[in-house]
Structure formats: C-alpha cells, structure tokens
C-alpha cells in the first residue's frame, strides 16, 4: 500500500508535467470559492459518472458517464427560433425512448439556446485545462483551503484524478477526494500517495437496505474505508441523513460502532441533511423525482442523531 503524501509539493519534470496535462476526462462542473468539501475554501471539480444510484441523489446530471442534454424550462426566453417553445415535449415519461426522437433537434436548440435553457451537461476536458480554473483561486488557498475532487465518483477516471492530484501537489495545493467507495481498491489505492484528504461517504451499514435504495450492497464499501483509514491519510466519514432510509438511531448507532472500530484516525463524521434542491435537475433531464413524500428533518432531529454519534466520542459536524 502507497504511504500518504508527507511532501507538500512534488517538482515534476517538464516531460510529466505535459504528459499529464494532457490526460482527459469527463466533467460536468467546477464550483469556485466553496466553503464546503474540504477545509478552508475550495475549488470543487465535479466527476461525471457513479456507480450506485441513490434514490435522493441530488446530482442527478452526476451519475452517466456520458454528456447529457437537458432543459431547464425557467430559462427558456421564447427566443422565437422555433416554432415552440423548448420545454415543449421535454417531459418526465416512464420510458426514454422518446428522447432519441427528439435528440437532434434538441441538439440544434442546444447550441442556438441564448440563455442556457437547452444545454450540454458534462464535457470533456484536459487536466491542464481544469487545473487553469482551479489556479486562479489558490491566492485563496492560505488557512488549508484547496482542490476537492467530486462528483459522480472520481475515482472510475483513475487516470485524469491522478493526473489532476499530481498537477496540484506540484504547485503545493492541497488536495481532497470525495468517494462513495464502490470502486475497486486498485483504483483507489493509486490516488493516495496524491490526497492530503479523504471524504468517504457511508450510507447505511445494512447491506440489503444499502443496495435496496443505491443499487449496491456495501460490502466493497466498508472494505475499501477499512484500507484507506488504515493508510495514514486523513478521513472524513460523511453521512447522508435520509428520511425514510438512514435518519434513525439505530442506523446511525450502527455506523458509529463501524467508524470508532477503524485504524488510524477519522478525523470526523459530517452529516449532511437531505435536502430537496436537486428536483429542478431531475425535471430538466425529465427524469422523475425519486424521492417524493419525504419531508426534510427538523433541526431538532438532525442533532438528536448527531448526539448518537458525539455520545461516542466522535467529532461531529451538520453540513459539510
């Protein structure tokens, strides 16, 4: 297993340097000046791709690999080069078959849309490109703030994560991950010599219940947290609170045991409250809403289940 990163920054070769410039990915975002995924200010690099698919997901646009088109109808300015308007036809229906009847005339809409109503989600980008974006926030870095790798799942693009990781080290910023875990350990295990962060997500420590509403059991989950808490590189366990899913006691109670009976050291567990702001990307990918009937948690109930957690001795934060 590598050793985690002890050198703040890794001079690389002009050779290496282009070679891993050069490397290509699929992105669908880059969030600047975040306060969240990661200490101090981040520049946040969102992955296309995931291989589970939870019903809450707040990403939806996250989880294919490929570019996606969608249309976000408060947008849409009836800029009249059509005979309708663009949300016309773009609707949420079981089956998707109707899409590739409408594709390439969404596809003309899309690179004529004025306003970004009708649009590409993801694109395919060079490390060099991104790291140019993520550059102009590092005066900003000073306090702990850095690069966090997100997604989708970055780690199923093992070879432009490395090349982003390598690329920031070189210029002494600090790096972060955020994994769902359900990858191979190999593919993992290559970013850690690169990571000065881990943020590994742990939904639920059943692994019938876990795979009933992501897709996947947990098993390669909790064995891959297993390896990267024993590698020395810090780790943040974040946990989606999930009404109707995880948000109980004994859930978490559950998960508690799991995370105090690591190696090394969690340097804490985030909690992170389901929220309903991802309905609006499901209607533009006219995709149903997974996870209707499910009201958001009370405070009161959010720290209840964070005092299960704190009551075993481990640091807890709401928010991430």
């Known amino acids: 297993m590598p050793s985690p990163k002890t050198d703040p920054c890794r001079v690389l070769t002009s050779a290496s340097r282009a070679e891993l410039e050069d490397v290509e990915g699929i992105i669908f975002d880059i969030q600047r000046y975040s306060l969240h995924d990661g200490p101090g200010l981040r520049t946040n ?21 490929r570019p996606e088109l969608a249309v976000f109808a408060m947008n849409c300015i009836r800029c009249g080069q059509f ?50 974006e993520v550059r102009r926030d590092a005066p900003f870095y ?28 070189e210029e002494c910023i600090n ?17 850690l010599p690169y990571l000065d962060m881990v943020l590994f997500d742990v939904k639920h420590l059943d692994s ?36 109707g899913f995880n948000a109980s006691a004994e859930s978490l109670a559950a998960i508690g045991r799991f995370v105090v009976g690591l190696p090394g050291h969690i340097q804490q567990v985030d909690l992170l409250p389901y929220h309903t702001l991802g309905r609006a990307k499901y209607a533009a990918l006219a995709r149903p809403y997974p996870w209707d009937g499910h009201a958001r948690l009370a405070d009161e109930e959010v720290e209840s289940l964070a005092g299960e957690l704190r009551g075993m001795g481990l640091t807890v934060t709401v928010g991430g």
């Not at 790096?175 to 970013?191: D, F, H, K």
Request: charged share 20%; hydrophobic share 40%.
């Open 142 to 169: 000073e306090g702990g703030g850095g690069m966090t790798l997100t997604g989708g799942e970055p780690a199923l693009q093992p070879a432009f994560t490395e090349a982003l990781l390598r690329l920031a080290h």
């Open 83 to 132: 005979a309708g308007p663009c949300p016309d036809g773009w609707r949420v229906r079981e089956d998707t078959a109707w899409k590739e009847d409408l594709r390439a005339d969404y596809e003309t809409r899309a690179r004529l849309c004025p306003a970004g109503g009708v649009r590409w989600i993801g694109e395919r980008r060079t490390a060099g490109s991104v790291m140019e």
């Open 208 to 243: 019938a219940t876990h795979r009933a509403f992501t897709g996947a059991g947990n098993e390669l989950i909790l064995a891959n947290l297993r390896h990267v808490a024993a590698s020395g590189v810090p780790v943040i366990v974040r946990v989606p609170l999930i009404p």
């Open 45 to 65: 690099v969102f992955f296309k791709g995931c291989p589970l698919r939870c019903a809450w997901c707040a990403n939806p646009e996250s989880q294919a690999a």
């Open 175 to 191: 790096t972060a991950i955020e994994t769902c875990g359900q990858v191979a350990w190999s593919q993992l295990e290559r970013l």
